[in-house]
């Protein structure tokens, strides 16, 4: 039985005067909560949010990592340096890295093996774009990203890995793929987990959906067989409506 796994995306927002109201939020509004939690905050956010999780079941998150670990990459934020802040858990691949800042799946791999391999569990996000899934193309795209993405990873580490299913006309659209084409693409890339590490890594692997999660269809996209959690970004930046979607069921 998979634990269903609730994760929030802050994006490139807040304050820290904000992020530490709505951490506090959380951890009050989620103590004894039945379901794993997670935060991603701006990295100028960690070292704000870090103490007030520490110990409350809410994990803390990087929204993305640095392929190298350490050198001449300014701008860059080192798995090194997240981990000094407390950071346990690196979002990898997310459709505005790889749509808006170009990242492709070669450099995407490079950086869930670094996070793996320095202990950080790994959330790597896979979706299609509107007109690949027009073009009937959505299985290949999420399976060559998936299959690309796991690249080099042995099978002892795939317990740390999540993928996140998050179609890109979705995200932060207000659309939401109908719940049963969002459990279909789940249990198809739980099959290629399967074809990739075998039928019981891909019994245990965590798929979440994302993509313009809510409130009001949190419950009925979670309802689906394969479908093991959310992550969410729009509706992750308020105690009001992060909540109901932490404490479905
Ligand atoms: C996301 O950023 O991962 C996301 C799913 O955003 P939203 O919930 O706003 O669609």
């Not at 802050?10 to 794993?36: F, I, N």
């Not at 890295?97 to 799946?105: A, K, N, P, S, V």
């Not at 993928?163 to 932060?172: H, L, S, T």
């Amino acid at each position: 039985m998979r634990d269903y796994y609730i994760a929030g995306n802050w994006k490139m927002h807040l304050t820290r005067r904000e992020a530490a109201d709505l951490a506090g939020a959380l951890v009050k509004g989620l103590k004894g909560g039945k379901h794993r939690y997670l935060v991603a905050p701006g990295f100028t956010l960690l070292e704000t949010v870090a103490p007030i999780v520490k110990g409350s079941g809410i994990r803390l998150g990087a929204q993305n990592a640095a392929a190298e670990e350490q050198g001449a990459h300014t701008g860059e934020v080192s798995v090194l340096q997240l981990k000094d802040l407390g950071v346990e858990t690196v979002i990898l691949g997310h459709s505005e890295r790889r749509h808006t800042y170009l990242e492709d799946d070669g450099l995407i791999n490079r950086k869930v093996k670094l996070a793996l391999k320095h202990g950080f569990e790994v959330i790597l996000c896979v979706g299609e774009l509107l007109e690949e899934r027009q073009a009937g193309r959505a299985e290949t795209v999420c399976e060559s990203q998936t299959v690309k993405g796991l690249e080099g990873v042995n099978a002892a580490d795939l317990d740390r890995v999540v993928i996140a299913y998050e179609p890109v006309w979705a995200i932060g659209t207000g659309k939401t793929a109908t719940p049963e084409d969002a459990n279909a693409m789940h249990g198809w890339i739980r099959r290629v987990i399967g074809k990739l590490y075998g039928s019981a890594p891909a019994e245990g692997i965590i798929i979440q959906y994302g993509g313009s999660v809510k409130p009001e269809n949190a419950a009925q996209l979670m309802a689906g067989e394969h479908i093991d959690g959310a992550l969410v970004g729009g509706a992750s930046l308020k105690a009001e409506t992060f909540l109901p979607i932490a404490r479905f069921g």
